[in-house]
C-alpha cells in the first residue's frame, strides 16, 4: 500500500526523475510557459514554487540551493532578478495548470503550465 507516500514517480528510477524535473523547471522559467502532461505538470509545480520562494528571500544561501536545482546561471538570474520581486507580495501559488486536451498520438492529457 502507498499510503502518505508523495513522491510522483513518473515511470522513471530517481536520477532520471529529477533530471526531468529540473529541465522542466529550467524550462519554465526561461520561458514562463510550458506545455507539458497533467502529471509532469502536478510534479513540477513541488518544484518550481519552493525555488520562487527561497528567491524572494534572496539571501547568498537561498541563491545557493537554487542553484544546486537548477543547471544554468541564466535560470537562476532570472528566477532571483525577475520572478522573485513580482511574487513579493503573493504568499504562493504562483504557477496555473490550464486543460489543453489530449495528445493524437496516445491520449495523454496535455496542459500548460504557466506562472500567475
Known amino acids: 500500500m502507498r499510503h502518505q507516500k508523495k513522491t510522483v514517480k513518473l515511470g522513471r528510477t530517481r536520477a532520471p526523475r529529477q533530471a526531468l524535473l529540473r529541465n522542466l523547471a ?3 522559467i526561461l520561458h514562463g510557459a510550458i506545455v507539458t502532461t497533467k502529471a509532469k505538470a502536478k510534479a513540477l509545480r513541488s518544484v518550481v514554487e519552493p525555488l520562487v520562494t527561497k528567491a524572494k528571500k534572496g539571501r547568498p544561501v537561498d541563491r545557493e540551493g537554487i542553484m544546486s536545482v537548477l543547471y ?3 535560470a537562476v538570474k532570472k528566477l532571483v532578478d525577475d520572478l522573485a520581486p513580482r511574487y513579493a507580495e503573493r504568499r504562493g501559488g504562483y504557477t496555473r ?3 489543453i486536451g489530449t ?3 496516445d ?3 496535455k496542459v500548460k503550465i504557466e506562472f500567475v
Do not use: A, Q, V
Open 26 to 28: 529550467e524550462s519554465l
Open 107 to 109: 491520449g495523454g492529457e
Open 97 to 99: 495548470i490550464t486543460k
Open 103 to 105: 495528445r493524437s498520438s
Open 72 to 74: 544554468t546561471g541564466k
